[in-house]
């Protein structure tokens, strides 16, 4: 059960007004829950981490990439 404060009373009537209905609360609470998800994977020790490598690397100028392999599969449109 979830209390319909006046803050979500309002953010409910805004939905329904951009949507043309009443919202599916369900699916609102599937959406939520998604981006929840996914903004604490974002912030988690591991993916920190990776960033801060990642990031220390392109400082350092230490990707060890190939240039022409890289532009190669941007022109051709391949996955990498």
Do not use: N, W, Y
Request: a positive charge.
């Amino acid at each position: 059960m979830v209390t319909l404060t006046p803050e979500r009373a309002r953010l409910l009537h805004e939905i329904a007004g951009l949507e043309g209905g009443k919202p599916d609360l369900g699916g609102l609470v599937d959406e939520g829950a998604r981006a929840r998800l996914e903004r604490l994977r974002a912030s988690s020790t591991p993916v920190l981490a990776a960033r801060r490598r990642l990031a220390q690397r392109i400082r350092e100028r230490a990707l060890d990439q190939d240039p022409d392999a890289a532009d190669r599969v941007k022109r051709l449109g391949l996955e990498a």
